[in-house]
């Protein structure tokens, strides 16, 4: 046995080689494209001349403050969140307005307690705008933008959850929202009425952004866990791993394979993960790269439980090859071995702020 396995994992190391040269293709899909696309078109045909006008200066304002506190000025994001609250107090909106600036006002101060660490707070606005998104689409009829936007928020919540370390929480949620995009739930356990009806009005590019913000988001909260732990949070997820009977709903087939081969990892069969591990890692990277790297982690995982001739000699041909890896997140540089990288590195993409 071995041996066998000795060879499946040489197999499976060239094929992370051979993939590790193709080239990163994410999606053009930006977090909030689509909502401001949608709002743009509402508010065009549905609001005021001085609505429109309002709305854009409270946007711009909130924008400068998402822009500081990415950069770590949190201080002075603070300072931009406060004068676009002070502005939408001191101006006369419609309604739906004060609606649709008061959503993004929370979404936007969600992003600033979330990167100062204050999850609890966070989780608590994103609830709020939620609950505003959903007076939106019943009392004023704003459907594609109040559910395009509550299911970025869904996905906000999950990271949210994720570096709160509340995995369980953020893993069921996950697999409910990665079935709902695919038709196979009807319903989210959120505030608002949800429909597969309403999926399928969703701009394709905007459904497959935040299929795989939530993917990556899953790869990294497993990444590294003990394996009866990683097995008893991916049985949470509950999630239909097998490609939906109705193709056009799949949004992803590598995704169901990842899923696939992770589900085969966490119960410890060895040949079924090594077997289609090979195959998926020889494909690349594409636009999945915390999936593949998550794999790669669980190579590594796997050689040193089995304790092989070859394992350190694996691990050191892995560690050499990661450290010049594109857009491989920190959490994972000692899971791989890999010291530290400059900033120079890309962030990776995710839902909507945060």
């Known amino acids: 046995m071995a041996t066998s396995y000795s060879k499946l994992i040489h ?44 709305i854009r200066q409270h946007y711009l304002v909130l924008r400068q403050g998402l822009v500081t506190a990415r950069q ?42 979330y990167r100062r660490g204050d ?117 949470i997820m509950a999630y239909p791993m097998e490609l939906p009977a109705d193709q056009n709903r799949c949004l992803h087939p590598r995704v169901h394979t990842w899923f696939l081969l992770k589900q085969a990892f966490v119960k410890g069969d060895t040949t079924t993960f090594l077997e289609q591990a090979s195959h998926f890692l020889a494909e690349g990277r594409g636009d999945i790269p915390l999936l593949w790297y998550g794999t790669v982690v669980d190579l590594v995982t796997l050689c040193d439980q089995l304790a092989l001739p070859n394992s350190e000699l694996v691990r050191q041909d892995i560690a050499r090859n990661a450290a010049t890896w594109e857009k491989l997140p920190k959490p994972f540089f000692p899971l791989l071995g890999v010291l530290e990288k400059s900033n120079s590195y890309n962030k990776l993409k995710s839902c909507s702020h945060p």
């Open 11 to 54: 197999t499976t190391l060239a094929s992370c080689q051979q993939g590790s040269k193709k080239s990163i293709q994410l999606t053009s899909w930006k977090p909030g494209s689509a909502v401001r696309e949608s709002a743009k078109m509402l508010m065009d045909c549905r609001l005021s001349f001085i609505d429109k006008l309002f």
């Open 72 to 113: 770590g000025q949190l201080i002075k994001a603070e300072q931009h969140f406060t004068a676009a609250q002070k502005f939408l107090q001191s101006n006369q909106f419609s309604p739906e307005g004060d609606l649709i600036c008061k959503s993004f006002q929370q979404t936007a101060q969600a992003y600033l307690d």
């Open 119 to 235: 999850f609890n707070q966070a989780r608590t606005r994103t609830l709020e705008a939620l609950a505003i998104d959903t007076a939106l689409e019943e009392d004023y009829n704003f459907h594609l933008l109040g559910h395009s936007h509550r299911l970025e928020l869904a996905g906000n919540l999950i990271r949210i959850d994720s570096r709160w370390m509340q995995c369980q929480r953020a893993l069921e949620l996950a697999g409910q929202l990665l079935s709902y995009l695919e038709g196979v739930l009807e319903e989210l356990p959120l505030s608002g009425s949800w429909s597969s009806e309403q999926v399928v009005l969703l701009p394709v590019e905007s459904a497959l952004g935040i299929f795989l913000a939530v993917t990556s988001e899953v790869a990294l909260m497993l990444a590294g866990k003990n394996r009866q732990v990683a097995r008893e949070l991916f049985e």
